[in-house]
DNA sequence: TCGGTCTGGTTGAACTCTCAACTGAACATA
DNA sequence: TATGTTCAGTTGAGAGTTCAACCAGACCGA
């Protein structure tokens, strides 16, 4: 087995650290601001994306990269909230599809700003055009090393 | 207010699946293979590479980028375990200082081969050498354009 | 049509994290 | 020495996540 070399460490620590102080600053905007976890963001927007603004659960769980309990137990609180329903699926009696709400959409309307600006400003303010290119390239290479992980977790726990 | 183009967009839903799914991969490999997560097993890295094996509490804070509430809990968690122990400052009665025990040490021992192979399989053997300075870079841009934020953070709750 | 298996989704318990409140010690000032 | 403030760390409650167990409907071969 091999160690990560002094070049390797300093950029991984580099890379642990930006992100970890990236996300946790995301996290705590919204949850300041608009009195949600991004997780719940994300649903959401999700949702607003979709045609008629709302998806099946699996589907949902797909797109956000969710786990299906998480998933559910998500959308029970945004249900409580009023910001999603749930109904029926028409096609599949065990499936359920969660809609949202005006309310719902309102809420986002209200996130966005906020949290796009936070985005903006401490990602695509602070990268050249050329680093941005390069961090989709990079995005894509790490994205497409874990497929087989995630096709693998899939298959084992009927996660994803 | 400016909204995400395109291509913004693509690059930052590329930039947060790849990192969403990485990081997930690292905590459950860890603790399927070593019944802990990432935050825990960073701890104790933090203080077998500290001198005598310990760090006072707010000092293994700073390292690990946690706030000082989430340091206490899993200090308490890897207390139980057996793996740290706490022992009163002798410079500053209100201090406390974190030290790794053998067992933990021998936990640490045997976790890290897996975790480090993870890292390197997903990050460093899929990305050209090329890449990797750029990722270095970015996320040192990435960092400094954070550093106000997280002073701030500090400054107004007393954390981190 | 029956039984077995797979799939979509939910649930509850255990665990981790966050936030705010709190304790006790240090420090500064009068 | 008394008082107010700051600092180190802990605690408990509430929120979110994970894991395993579960239910019910769909699917499939006999």
Redesign the pocket.
């Given at each position: 087995m091999r160690w990560l070399n002094a070049d390797e460490q300093r950029i991984w620590r580099g890379f642990t650290t930006a992100v970890t102080k990236f996300t946790?600053h995301l996290?705590?905007q919204l949850?300041?601001d608009s009195g949600?976890?991004v997780?719940?963001y994300e649903i959401l927007v999700a949702l607003s994306e979709a045609p008629d603004r709302s998806l099946?659960?699996?589907e949902l769980?797909l797109v956000c990269h969710?786990?299906?309990?998480?998933?559910?137990?998500?959308?029970?609180?945004l249900e409580k909230e009023g910001w999603v329903r749930?109904q029926a699926?028409p096609s599949?009696?065990?499936?359920?599809?969660a809609v949202l709400t005006d309310r719902g959409y309102a809420v986002l309307e209200g996130a966005a700003p906020g949290h796009v600006t936070a985005v903006r400003e401490h990602l695509f303010d602070v990268l050249t055009p050329e680093q941005l290119r390069s961090l989709e390239e990079i995005s894509r290479a790490i994205d497409k090393g874990l497929q087989g992980e995630c096709a693998q977790v899939r298959a084992e726990?009927?996660e994803f």
């Open positions: 946790e996290d705590r949850q300041r949600m976890p997780a719940y099946r659960m699996s769980a969710s786990s299906r309990s998480r998933l559910s137990h998500a959308v029970a609180k749930r699926c599949d009696r065990r499936g359920s599809i726990l009927g």
